[in-house]
Nanobody, 115 residues
């Protein structure tokens, strides 16, 4: 199982980025796919997740600004991030799990938001 994350980059505050995660297998084998983020010295925090049936869950800081979506035909899960803030600067990871935990992780993509 491989997860390939892309789409990170540098943007000014208020800007937008779209992250994409491509899975090597069908998304249907996963109970859920999520995006996490981590800054240096901090724990990895859930940003957003989407289940097999399309239900979504967002961290409080992501609500109203970020949108997670998936394309089952392309095996991709995207994270659209709008109104970015400097505190959104982090390495973003996609993860997938077959049960209640995330078993597989992508390599991470860096998002830098400048003020």
């Amino acid at each position: 199982v491989q997860l390939q994350a892309s789409g990170g980059g540098s943007v000014q505050a208020g800007g937008s980025l779209r992250l994409s995660c491509v899975a090597s297998d069908s998304l249907f084998i996963y109970n859920g796919v999520g995006w996490y983020r981590q800054t240096t010295g901090e724990q990895r925090d859930m940003v957003a997740e989407i289940t097999r049936d399309g239900s979504t869950n967002y961290a409080d800081f992501a609500k109203g600004r970020f949108t997670i979506s998936k394309d089952n035909d392309k095996n991709t899960v995207d994270l659209q991030m709008n109104s970015l803030k400097p505190e959104d600067t982090a390495v973003y990871y996609c993860a997938a799990g077959r049960a209640t935990s995330y078993d597989y992780w992508g390599q991470g993509t860096l998002v830098t938001v400048s003020s």
